[in-house]
Nanobody
Framework: QVQLVESGGGLVQAGGSLRLSCAAS????????VGWFRQAPGKEREFVAA????????KYLDSVKGRFTISRDNAKNTMYLQMNSLKPEDTGVYYC?????????????????WGQGTQVTVSS
């Protein structure tokens, strides 16, 4: 069982940066694939970024490539999402997720554990 708690959301102007953190409890977190998803008002949840357990494979939503960076510190049971050059369209509730799959899926159905979400608002 893994419990995830996000932090680091907030209000930022366009062009600014935020760093989201996701602290995990559970003995086997280091063996899980991790991901970030977001949901904007009135829209479906979408994949943002994911990383395998070793940190050697990453995937990103095309619109965030070059601006967002996913990382993890298995010693601290924590994953991160560094978001730079933020745009108003990045606004939404951001969720971290963890899954036991050995792949790096972009579908939320492949992740068993989810955080409660943290709000990110980017003003123009």
């Amino acid at each position: 069982q893994v419990q995830l708690v996000e932090s680091g959301g907030g209000l930022v102007q366009a062009g600014g940066s935020l760093r989201l953190s996701c602290a995990a409890s559970g003995r086997y977190f280091s063996g899980y694939t991790v991901g970030w998803f977001r949901q904007a008002p009135g829209k479906e949840r979408e994949f943002v970024a994911a990383m395998n357990w070793r940190g050697t494979i990453t995937k990103y939503l095309d619109s965030v490539k070059g601006r967002f960076t996913i990382s993890r510190d298995n010693a601290k049971n924590t994953m991160y999402l560094q978001m730079n050059s933020l745009k108003p369209e990045d606004t939404g509730v951001y969720y971290c997720a963890a899954g036991s799959t050995g792949l790096v899926p972009t579908s939320g159905t492949q992740y068993e554990y989810w955080g409660q979400g943290t709000q990110v608002t980017v003003s123009s």
